[in-house]
């Protein structure tokens, strides 16, 4: 099992970024897929972005390409989301998850590590 700790969220205009982190303990870190998802009010949770365990591959909903990049760094247990020219849209809960997964799934059922969540509201 693997625990995460998100953190970085807030509250920014339009327009705007922020940096989302999830600290990882527990398992290897390094060789869980990582993924992030966002869950607004009244919605379901969807997939945002994932890396491999390697960091050679990357895959992102098609809503946040070219505005948000998914690392990791496995010598540091923490996996990021950079996120740049914010809609508000995008206000959510955002969830980093861990996978045993080969490949990236898109689908939450997994992914069987989650953490607690992080607020992002972006005001127009």
């Known amino acids: 099992q693997v625990q995460l700790v998100e953190s970085g969220g807030g509250l920014v205009q339009a327009g705007g970024s922020l940096r989302l982190s999830c600290a990882a303990s527990?398992?290897?870190?390094?060789?869980?897929?990582m993924g992030w998802f966002r869950q607004a009010p009244g919605k379901a949770r969807e997939f945002v972005a994932g890396v491999s365990a390697n960091v050679d591959r990357t895959e992102y909903t098609n809503s946040v390409k070219g505005r948000f990049t998914i690392s990791r760094d496995n010598a540091k247990n923490t996996v990021y989301l950079q996120m740049n020219s914010l809609k508000p849209e995008d206000t959510a809960v955002y969830y980093c998850?861990?996978?045993?997964?080969?490949?990236?799934?898109?689908?939450?059922?997994?992914?069987?590590?989650w953490g607690q969540g992080t607020q992002v509201t972006v005001s127009s």
């Open positions: 998850a861990a996978s045993d997964a080969i490949g990236i799934p898109i689908m939450a059922f997994a992914y069987g590590d």
């Open positions: 527990g398992r290897t870190f390094s060789n869980s897929v």
